[in-house]
Structure formats: structure tokens, C-alpha cells
């Protein structure tokens, strides 16, 4: 992976903790408003929580480490996915424990807590980790903008389908892309430097 993505981790867990530190303040709440009278109860984009769903990223993530085992027994991709995916959704959950920030206020409205959203940070883990191990090896420059132009609009969609459902602040979606981005790159480097050790004695 190209390195040039890496500072973007320093920046988008910045972006983190700067909207949890200022959850309460004047313009948080303007953007929260203002995205939510501009997305609220678009169906097409609603549509798309369905892809930032448990079941189906589990049944995705089955699949990947799958591929990952028939590929050549590639171990240490297997638990870069479980890392980044599994891990990831264990890091929501430890943080949505933490800021304990309430959903917005509808008619039967989830139970769990709001601050960052999960759709949209598991969402970003398992659609990155999908591109990244799609273009690992040998992708032509095309098939690269193709599918990572294709994970970023889907991740962008996730996100926003939760603001489109009232289920999510946009302060809770855009935390979960900057920490979901932040995990990412963390993962990226673990198995590259991994990787670097291993293939001089493979």
C-alpha cells in the first residue's frame, strides 16, 4: 500500500477526537441538523445499511478468510481480516461505551449507544481490508482506482444511509469513517512489517 495513505491515520483520528470533544457545542449540532433535513428518509440511500449490516459483513468476512486460506495459506492475511474486522467492531463497541452518547430521539429507536457509528466504521474496515487484499499483488493502476473508488463510495454510503435513517448523528458517521480509517492503517502496518520479516527466509 502505498505510503502516502499512512499520515492520513494521524489526521482522521485527529478529525476522532475533535468531534468527541466537542459532541455538545453549537456547530456539532448545526452539522448534525443540517445533514439530517438533507438525508432524512432517502430510501435509496437508506437501502444501503443493509451492506453495513452484523449478518452480512460476518457472512462477507467468512468469505474473505476463506479466499485468504485457499490463497495460498495466507495466515497472516487471515488475521489481518480478523484484526481489522473483528477488532474493529470490538473497538466500536469499547467506544460506544465510552462517550455513551444517545441515538437521536424517534419511535423505536435502537437501544445502543450512538458515538461512533458502527455501520460506518466496520463498514470502512471490511470494504478497505477487501480492496486492499484485491489489489496486494500484481493490479494494473486501473483495477486499482476501480476498486477503491468502489469501497470509498460504498463506505461513504453506509455511513450516510444511517443519517438517512435516523439511526446515527453525522458526527457519529464521520467518527466512525476517521477511526475506522485510523484502525485500518494501523492493521496496514502491522502486516507489512510483518511481512517484510518473513519474506527474506521464505
Known amino acids: 500500500?502505498?505510503?502516502?495513505?499512512?499520515?492520513?491515520?494521524?489526521?482522521?483520528?485527529?478529525?476522532?477526537?475533535?468531534?468527541?470533544?466537542?459532541?455538545?457545542?453549537?456547530?456539532?449540532?448545526?452539522?448534525?441538523?443540517n445533514a439530517s433535513n438533507l438525508l432524512k428518509g432517502n430510501s435509496f440511500i437508506e437501502f444501503f445499511h443493509y451492506f453495513g449490516g452484523t449478518k452480512f459483513i460476518m457472512i462477507v468476512a467468512i468469505l474473505?478468510?476463506?479466499?485468504?486460506?485457499?490463497?495460498?495459506?495466507?495466515?497472516?492475511?487471515?488475521?489481518?481480516?480478523?484484526?481489522?474486522?473483528?477488532?474493529?467492531?470490538v473497538l466500536n463497541h469499547l467506544l460506544k461505551g465510552w462517550v455513551q452518547r444517545p441515538r437521536p430521539d424517534i419511535p423505536h429507536q435502537l437501544t445502543?449507544?450512538?458515538?461512533?457509528?458502527?455501520?460506518?466504521?466496520?463498514?470502512?474496515?471490511?470494504?478497505?481490508?477487501?480492496?486492499?487484499f484485491a489489489t496486494e499483488y500484481g493490479a494494473s493502476m486501473k483495477?486499482?482506482?476501480?476498486?477503491?473508488?468502489?469501497a470509498m463510495i460504498m463506505s461513504i454510503l453506509?455511513?450516510?444511509?444511517?443519517?438517512?435513517?435516523?439511526?446515527?448523528?453525522?458526527?457519529d458517521v464521520i467518527a466512525g469513517w476517521s477511526i475506522g480509517y485510523t484502525w485500518f492503517i494501523l492493521i496496514v502496518i502491522w502486516y507489512e512489517s510483518r511481512r517484510r520479516i518473513v519474506e527474506p527466509y521464505s
Request: proline residues 2%; aromatic residues 20%.
Open 1 to 33: 500500500m502505498t505510503k502516502f495513505f499512512y499520515p492520513l491515520a494521524i489526521v482522521t483520528s485527529v478529525i476522532f477526537f475533535v468531534f468527541y470533544a466537542n459532541l455538545n457545542s453549537s456547530w456539532v449540532t448545526s452539522l448534525d441538523t
Open 64 to 89: 474473505l478468510l476463506i479466499w485468504l486460506w485457499l490463497r495460498g495459506s495466507n495466515y497472516q492475511g487471515m488475521m489481518f481480516a480478523l484484526l481489522s474486522i473483528a477488532g474493529g467492531n
Open 112 to 132: 445502543s449507544f450512538s458515538f461512533p457509528s458502527g455501520h460506518a466504521m466496520v463498514g470502512i474496515l471490511y470494504l478497505f481490508t477487501i480492496a486492499y
Open 143 to 150: 483495477k486499482k482506482v476501480l476498486v477503491w473508488a468502489f
Open 158 to 171: 453506509i455511513g450516510l444511509s444511517r443519517i438517512a435513517g435516523s439511526h446515527h448523528f453525522a458526527s
